[in-house]
């Protein structure tokens, strides 16, 4: 380190000489001087430097750290959203064939596909990756996991290799100190039914409520407390949900277009809790933790807990 300090200064020293009459290179020069002076403080101090650049940007406030993380969850939703219908035109294909004159759930799928304008190349890669060898059909499993609190989660997972998705499952539950439980433990404190979800700047209660009372709807629930702070922003992640039978949906669907009030388009069935339970600032920040880790895995589709 030192015979190259000593070279590195000699070398300055004849480019300075041959300089005087030349200032276009005295900026190069003083490069070279600074240069010089990283290799004299030594390979620790280079190192700390660098650890000091190692770190992420930060965000500017509590406001806009909770924007970014909505914004990316809204990201996640959508991303997720693409891949089930992936997932549902290759086991539409590979029960009923590659055509949708003959094949009515491929059909369907595909009009619910452009109806949430999900780009065109993934319609392509999915129908083109049902008809190649060796690619097995998606299936739906349920896992069911004992959060934090006294909470119970339900796990859906659409997914052509089982031992892979419950592998990543479990990997997931035992990292956030979570577990597993066996089938059944808590499907019997939830209810499927089918739900027209709502966001909340498009419409008020009172409107949703004499919609659904109008459409023979079971109820209409309200979007869950955010923080006070948040509410100039919220709303693109709020939503009211009507509460309807497999029967009555589309009703509900037709009454909200008369009223001209939107919904989103993949509104379907979800699990709601029959008894919703308070837990603790800790256990619900664990819950959500352990929520979002899961809904980061391919296979898994959606998350539903009894947490209130």
Not at 10 to 19: F, G, K, V
Not at 204 to 219: F, N, P, R, T
């Amino acid at each position: 380190m030192a015979a190259f300090a000593r070279a590195f200064g000699a070398l300055i020293q004849r480019s300075t000489l041959s300089s005087l009459k030349n200032p276009s290179l005295i900026r190069r020069i003083e490069f070279l001087e600074l240069g010089l002076q990283c290799v004299r403080v030594g390979v620790s101090d280079v190192q700390q430097v660098r650890q000091l650049r190692a770190f992420e940007p930060v965000c500017m406030g509590r406001r806009s750290c909770k924007i970014a993380g909505r914004k990316d969850a809204q990201n996640l939703k959508k991303m997720k959203r693409n891949s089930k219908i992936g997932k549902e035109i290759v086991a539409a294909i590979k029960k009923g064939g590659p055509s949708p004159s003959s094949n009515t759930v491929l059909a369907a799928i595909l009009d619910k596909a452009r109806a949430l304008d999900v780009p065109k190349e993934i319609i392509e890669r999915n129908i083109k990756k049902a008809s190649e060898k060796g690619q097995d059909t998606f299936i739906e499993k349920v896992y069911e996991v004992y959060g934090f609190g006294g909470v119970g989660m339900v796990v859906e997972v659409l997914t052509d290799k089982i031992t892979r998705s419950v592998a990543e499952i479990r990997n997931v539950v035992k990292d956030c100190g979570a577990k597993l439980a066996d089938p059944g433990s808590n499907m019997f404190k939830f209810r499927r039914v089918r739900v027209v979800n709502i966001k909340s700047g498009d419409a008020d209660k009172d409107q949703l409520l004499s919609v659904a009372l109008d459409a023979g709807a079971e109820d209409v629930i309200e979007p869950t407390n955010i923080d006070d702070d948040d509410d100039d922003d919220g709303n693109e992640e709020r939503y009211y949900k009507i509460i309807t039978s497999s029967e009555g949906y589309e009703d509900v669907l037709s009454k909200l277009r008369e009223e001209g009030i939107p919904f989103e388009q993949d509104s379907g069935y979800e699990l709601l809790p029959l008894n919703p339970i308070e837990v603790d600032d800790e256990a619900m920040d664990l819950n959500k933790e352990l929520i979002s880790k899961l809904l980061e895995l391919d296979d898994v589709d959606a998350v539903y807990s009894d947490q209130k």
